[in-house]
C-alpha cells in the first residue's frame, strides 16, 4: 500500500468534507490491517497533539497475529483541529520500515529529535525518522483537500470567498486552507506526490 | 567504566573530546542538560579530568580544560523513569508488540521528551483501561462542492 495509491483515489474528489472514515475505508481497501482505531481524549494542546500506536496482537498461540492500529486525538480540541491530527496520523500507517519506530530506543531518540533544535550536523536514523514524521502533516494535506476541490477553492478565493468561509465547508483548519491556497502549495504537493 | 547509558564507540569518542557537559547524580541535574546536536559547554576553571555521570552509571572522564566542545553527537539520557514507566510499560510489557509510535507533540516552549511522553503514556493508559472504542470525529456537515456550498451561500 502506498500515499500514491490514496492520493489517486482522493484527487479528483470536490465533495467537501472528506470524513476520516472515507480516508479509514480506502487505507482498510487496500492492505492488510486487522482494525484502525479513533478514539478521543482530553489532551493538554502544550503537551500532546495526537497519537499514532500500532502493534501486533497474539490472540493466542499458533493464531495469525492481528495488526492493529490506535489513533488518539485531542477530544476537547475544535472537530476541524481532530480531523487534521486524525488525518496526519493515518498517514503514518504507510511508514515505511526504516521509519518504523518499534523500540526504546527509537523512541527516545525521536521524542528528543522532535522537541530538539534542528542541526544540519546531526545525521542519523532518528533525524531522518523526525524530519519525516514533521512532514506527515503535509502529506495528509492532499487527502483532506484533495487537488480538485482545490482548484475550486483557488476560483473562490479569486471570487471574494475568505478563507475561513472555504474552510468551512471541508471543516478542516483555517491555517490548513491558507496552506493548501498559497503559491507555493503546488510545488509543495509536486515534490510530496514524487516521494511517494 | 560502565556503559549503561550509551554505546562503547561514543564512550570512546567521548573520552577523547567531551568534557563535563551532562552531569545526572542520583536523577537531581547538576548542569543544564546536554539536548541532542553539537553542543558546547563545560565547566570553566574546571581541572584537566572530570567525570560526568549519566543517570546512574559512570560513562567517562574527560580530558579537556575549562570549556570544552563536544563533537559527539550525543542524546540526552531518558532511562525508562524518564521516558515514563507507564508509557514504557503499556508499549513493552503487556504482551502487545510494538510495530510503530508517533507523536504529534504539544505546543509549549520547552516542552521535553519526558513530559511528552508522561502525557502519551496517560492518553494510552486511560483508553487501555476503558477498552478500545472507535469513535472518529466526524464533521457533521452535509457534503458539498466549494463551488456550490459558496455559490449559494456567497
Known amino acids: 500500500m502506498s500515499l500514491r495509491k490514496l492520493y489517486d483515489l482522493f484527487r479528483g474528489r470536490t465533495d467537501l468534507p472528506i470524513e476520516i472514515t472515507e ?3 480506502a487505507v482498510v481497501k487496500f492492505g492488510p490491517q486487522d482494525g484502525i482505531i479513533f478514539q478521543g481524549r482530553d489532551l493538554d494542546p502544550g ?3 495526537g497519537i ?3 502493534w501486533k496482537d497474539h490472540p493466542a498461540p499458533y493464531a495469525e497475529p492481528r495488526l492493529m492500529t490506535l489513533i ?3 477530544s476537547n480540541a475544535l472537530v476541524s483541529s481532530q480531523r487534521m491530527v486524525c488525518a496526519k496520523e493515518l498517514v503514518h500507517i504507510m511508514d515505511p520500515p526504516i521509519e518504523r519506530v518499534n523500540d526504546a530506543d527509537k523512541l527516545k531518540s525521536l521524542a528528543e529529535k522532535l522537541l530538539g533544535p534542528m542541526s544540519s550536523e546531526d545525521f542519523g536514523l532518528a533525524d531522518l525518522i523526525a524530519a519525516q514524521d514533521k512532514m506527515a502533516v503535509y502529506r495528509c494535506i492532499p487527502l483532506v483537500f484533495p487537488s480538485a476541490a482545490r482548484i475550486e477553492a483557488i476560483a473562490a478565493a479569486e471570487a471574494g470567498s475568505t478563507i475561513e468561509k472555504i474552510a468551512e465547508v471541508a471543516c478542516l483548519p483555517a491555517r490548513i486552507v491558507e496552506l493548501a491556497l498559497s503559491p507555493d502549495w503546488a510545488e509543495i504537493e509536486k515534490t510530496i506526490l514524487e516521494d511517494c | 567504566m560502565a556503559c549503561d547509558f550509551v554505546r562503547w564507540s561514543e564512550y570512546v569518542e567521548m573520552e577523547q573530546t567531551a568534557y563535563g557537559l551532562c552531569l545526572f547524580l542520583g536523577g537531581e541535574r547538576q548542569k543544564d542538560r546536554l539536548v541532542p546536536g553539537r553542543q558546547e559547554g563545560g565547566v570553566t576553571g574546571a581541572s584537566a579530568r572530570k567525570e560526568f555521570v549519566i543517570g546512574h552509571a559512570v560513562v567517562g572522564r574527560g580530558t579537556g580544560e575549562g570549556r570544552g566542545v563536544a563533537k559527539q553527537s550525543w542524546r540526552s539520557v531518558m532511562d525508562e523513569s524518564a521516558m515514563d514507566r507507564d508509557l514504557h510499560s503499556l508499549l513493552f510489557e503487556e504482551g502487545r508488540e510494538l510495530v510503530n509510535i508517533k507523536f504529534l507533540p504539544g505546543t509549549n516552549r520547552g516542552l521535553s521528551p519526558e513530559r511528552l511522553c508522561a502525557a502519551a503514556g496517560k492518553a494510552l493508559r486511560s483508553i487501555f483501561n ?6 472518529p470525529p466526524v464533521s457533521g456537515r452535509k457534503k ?3 463551488r456550490d456550498a459558496l455559490a449559494v451561500n456567497g
Request: aromatic share 14%.
Open chain 1, 23 to 25: 480516508l479509514r475505508d
Open chain 1, 47 to 49: 503537551e500532546l497533539g
Open chain 1, 52 to 54: 499514532f500506536y500500532q
Open chain 1, 72 to 74: 488518539v486525538f485531542p
Open chain 2, 130 to 135: 476503558e477498552g478500545l472504542k472507535d469513535e
Open chain 2, 144 to 146: 458539498s462542492s466549494i
